[in-house]
Every structure is written in C-alpha cells, then in structure tokens.
C-alpha cells in the first residue's frame, strides 16, 4: 500500500506549495527552476521525465475531501478538497486551498508531451500558464533496508459508498494504521498520480499487494503516535468519461520556463 502512503506525501505536498500569492507565482517558479523543488523529500533527486508514455488507467473525474486533524482537533483550513480529472495522456488537479477571492491555480500534465502547465488566475481576472518540463522525483534506497513491510489485511466488511461495493482493508506499518474501504471495480488513479507528479521509478502496482486493488471511497489514517489523523471521501466520482474543455488552455497567456536553471 506504498501508493496509497505516496498520495497523501503528494497531496500533501500539493497543498503546501498551492498556498502562495498568484502575483509572486512567477518570480518563485523562475527560482525553483534554479535550485530545485520546494518540500522536496531528503534522499533522492529531481530529473527530467524522459520515460516511455504510459496512459492513465484512470478516465474520469472526482473531488477527495480531506480533514486533517491533531491531538483530536481539526486543523485550520481542514478540510482541503483536491479535484483531479484525466483522460489518457492529460491530467488536471488543483487544490481549495489555491483558491484565494478572484484566483486560481491548477496543475496540468501533458504526459504525451513531457510537459507540465501552472494554469494562474490572478484577481483581475488574467490568465497565465508558466510551462516547464515534466520532472519526476528519483528515491533513493534505503541503504538500512530496516524498513519493514507493512500488514494489510483484508476482511470480509462491506459496505456501499457511492454507487459501489467496497471491502473494508487495513494495512499496519512502522509510520501508522490505514483502514480504506476499496471498490474494486474502479481503477484508482493513485499509481497514475504518483507517476505524474514525479514519484520516481516505482512500478505501477509496486507496494499493492493481490486483492488490494481498487479505488478507497473513504479511507483513515492514524500515525503510529496518535497524535494526527487524516479522513478522506470520495465525492463527485465519474468513472469512464471526462470534460475534454478541462484541459483546454484557451485564454491563457503561456510562458515557456523550461529554459531556466539549464
């Protein structure tokens, strides 16, 4: 369930980096391309993206609500709702807490083209994409190898969310409890995420045991100490089909920053 624990890593990740002033966007982008990603995890390298395509397995579109909560009480701007919409060579997300009165900020992901768009509206309504290469973020080995593998149990719980029949899944590890309830018949996006937003050389399906497959409708994590806890739904769920108009970048005004830092 390594993927499962690298989405809330990115989610993360997303959220802290989305809460930045639009007007400053552009400078700071110019300066990350120079000395690299912010957040970025110890013990790995960002690179270029030069792998082979490989199409989402995930079409369509959802919206995962998030609380955050420590020490029992919910955090201040909890919860974060992320929507993501893809097709199969284009992914779309951005985060509630991007969004400030009168602006805007998506990621778009040409995996085709080895591109990514920060798609910016600012509060007077201007429409910017600052385009980069597409970069994936290399892990290093654990050159302990103390790491131990995680428990995952799958019961026999089940119940209805969404239209869909999930199965209640645990999964124990040294960092907390995870406890999803996973609709197997939907192709969770979560390997596809992972890849494009730079997870390094994982293999899709690696860390996901047989028979936790599927998408989590809601799941809940707890660190081992207690002491933080994350609850996530799934709302708004399309499965099969997607609104091309959302990777559209009509009206936006683009700026090539893949030349910076080179």
């Not at 369930?1 to 700071?28: C, G, W, Y």
């Not at 509060?123 to 600052?130: C, D, F, L, R, V």
């Not at 385009?131 to 719980?157: C, L, W, Y």
């Not at 992972?194 to 809601?218: C, S, Y």
Request: proline share 4%; with cysteine; net charge neutral.
């Amino acid at each position: 369930m390594r993927t499962t624990f690298s989405l809330i890593a990115i989610l993360a990740l997303f959220t802290a980096t989305a809460q930045v002033d639009i007007n400053k966007m552009i400078q700071e982008r110019m300066q990350q391309q120079q000395s690299g990603q912010p957040g970025q995890p110890v013990g790995g390298s960002m690179v270029d993206d030069n792998d082979p395509f490989v199409p989402n397995t995930f079409i369509g579109s959802f919206r995962m609500e998030m609380h955050f909560f420590k020490d029992g009480a919910e955090q201040k701007g909890s919860p974060n709702n992320m929507y993501y919409s893809s097709n199969e060579g284009m992914t779309l997300m951005h985060s509630s807490a991007a969004e400030r009165p009168g602006q805007e900020m998506k990621i778009l992901t040409d995996l085709k083209g080895k591109w990514t768009y920060t798609l910016m509206t600012d509060g007077k309504g201007k429409k910017t994409a600052m385009k980069s290469r597409k970069q994936k973020f290399v892990v290093a080995e654990d050159p302990s190898g103390t790491k131990k593998e995680p428990k995952i149990t799958v019961t026999k719980e089940a119940r209805e969310i969404n239209g869909h029949t999930c199965t209640k899944v645990i999964v124990e590890s040294e960092d907390g409890t995870w406890t999803g309830w996973m609709a197997k018949d939907v192709k969770a996006p979560f390997h596809d995420m992972a890849r494009n937003t730079g997870q390094g050389k994982k293999r899709q399906g690696e860390g996901v045991p047989d028979g936790v497959d599927g998408m989590p409708m809601e799941f809940e994590w707890i660190s081992a100490d207690a002491t933080q806890r994350m609850v996530s739904y799934v709302r708004d769920l399309v499965v099969g089909k997607v609104d091309e108009s959302a990777f559209s970048m009509d009206g936006y005004e683009v700026m090539d920053m893949s030349g910076y830092g080179r």
